[in-house]
């Protein structure tokens, strides 16, 4: 007697990423470039500066620190979608260093809004303490190295391990590769000069999101069209 699909142990069934799994990589790219550009309007690039904005920008500040959790989220699903769309021809060694420089990123990233936003909160409770005491400004060096110089030479190495996965592997259009080669190397070289630098990072993820997504979209209007319906994948 056969059993049907729907009556088969959920431990026979292999899960399948959504084609719209895409979506994750624009949301974070939206959100982290709205952060960034929020962070660049308030915030003076001088990291000398004597921290008017604590005051003037806090609200700014706040919301734009707020968007950074849920970035990350988006970010690890980003991850997820590329190494799915990798699939078995993922190397195991671009793929650990992908992998590793991406959640260093996030994870820097995060400690970075936590900092800001630590300054943002102490100062809201002893303003003259945090500003007399040098607190401000070294914290605000360190946000400053963190964000600029660590986080996204990280996110350089992500880029660069990707594409040289997709180039091994032909998983991408070769221009997209060569263009991910290009603006890793610029991110490496600029870094430190300026806040606005940091958007490259998620106008890629943005442009890469983009492309997997009309990808999927493309093959699954292809399935429609050829009468094909999804099957449910089974150990035997």
């Known amino acids: 007697m056969k059993m049907n699909a729907a009556a088969q142990p959920l431990s026979t069934r292999r899960l399948s990423t959504p084609r719209t799994a895409a979506v994750a990589g624009i949301l974070f790219a939206v959100l982290f470039g709205t952060a960034i550009v929020l962070l660049g309007l308030s915030i003076p690039a001088d990291p000398a500066d004597r921290g008017a904005w604590l005051e003037e920008q806090a609200g700014t500040v706040t919301f734009a620190l707020s968007l950074f959790p849920f970035a990350g989220i988006f970010f ?12 078995e021809l993922e190397d195991r060694f671009f793929s650990t260093v992908f992998f590793g420089s991406g959640l260093l990123f996030l994870a820097m990233a995060f400690v970075s809004a936590a900092l800001a936003g630590g300054l943002l909160a102490t100062y809201a409770t002893a303003p003259a303490q945090v500003i007399d005491s040098g607190v401000y400004t070294f914290g605000r060096q360190i946000v400053y190295q963190i964000t600029n110089v660590y986080a996204m030479r990280m996110a350089a190495v992500f880029m660069l391990s990707l594409g040289t996965v997709w180039v091994r592997t032909r998983n991408m259009p ?10 890793a190397l610029f991110l490496l070289v600029s870094l430190g000069k300026s806040l606005w630098v940091t958007l490259v990072f998620p106008a890629w993820v943005l442009l890469i999101s983009i492309h997997i997504l009309v990808v999927n979209l493309r093959r699954k209007r292809a399935a429609v069209g050829d009468g094909m319906t999804p099957v449910v994948e089974q150990k035997e």
């Open 174 to 183: 070769r221009w997209l590769a060569l263009l991910t080669f290009g603006l």
């Open 76 to 87: 690890l699903w980003f991850i997820g979608v590329v190494r799915d769309r990798l699939g």
